[in-house]
Structures are given as C-alpha cells and as structure tokens.
C-alpha cells in the first residue's frame, strides 16, 4: 500500500525559505510521477510542482516558478520541495501526491495517492 507522508511545513515572514519532505513507501516508484498540490481556505486544490521520479520531466506552476524547486532523493525514498522567496499568498496546506504513470501532469484527480498534508504559513 502506498504510503506519502509530507514534513517541513511551519511558520515563514515573507521572503523566506521552506523546504517540504514527502516520504514515499509501499511501492518501487520509479514508474511513478510525483506532485506537489496546495490548497488554501476556500479555494480549489491548486497544482504546484511535478516530477517523473526518474527526472527528465518537471513542470511547475507559473506562480512558484523560479522559486521553488521539486526533486528527489532516491535513497531516502523522499521528494522535496525547497520553496524561496515565498509570498502571503504562498499560506495553504500542501500535498504531496502519486499517479501511477511516469507523465507529470497538473491535474489533481490524475494522482492516485495523497499525503494527509503538511500547513505553510507565510506572514507579511
């Protein structure tokens, strides 16, 4: 059973850094594409980051482009997201997720599995 346990979140004033761990277990994910989503009060699950566990492939959404960067340490089974230069509007709660399929794509019901989230808080 597929298990994403994400880390890292917490409290940041405007114009630092954060950098968010997602734990993977139960599969040998190299057939997999991992993503970052986030969801603030009120609003739609919003598509942050995604990666071919392999590499080759990211995309990112245009908001956080430049200032955040997802990759992946095979070793540890874990993906990161290292997230600089974050802005107020950069607060929800973020998910890391998996789709059985080596193609990132933005979609948040094409990823099969979900972590329980971990809060980013960003102050002015």
């Known amino acids: 059973q597929v298990q994403l346990v994400e880390s890292g979140g917490g409290l940041v004033q405007a114009g630092g850094s954060l950098r968010l761990s997602c734990a993977a277990s139960g599969r040998t994910f190299s057939n997999y594409a991992m993503g970052w989503f986030r969801q603030a009060p009120g609003k739609e699950r919003e598509f942050v980051a995604a990666r071919n566990w392999n590499g080759g492939a990211t995309k990112y959404a245009d908001s956080v482009k430049g200032r955040f960067t997802i990759s992946r340490d095979n070793a540890k089974n874990t993906v990161y997201l290292q997230m600089n230069s974050l802005k107020p509007e950069d607060t929800a709660v973020y998910h890391c997720?998996?789709?059985?399929?080596?193609?990132?794509?933005?979609?948040?019901?094409?990823?099969?599995?979900w972590g329980q989230g971990t809060q980013v808080t960003v102050s002015s």
């Open positions: 997720a998996a789709r059985v399929n080596v193609v990132p794509t933005t979609t948040w019901n094409e990823y099969q599995y």
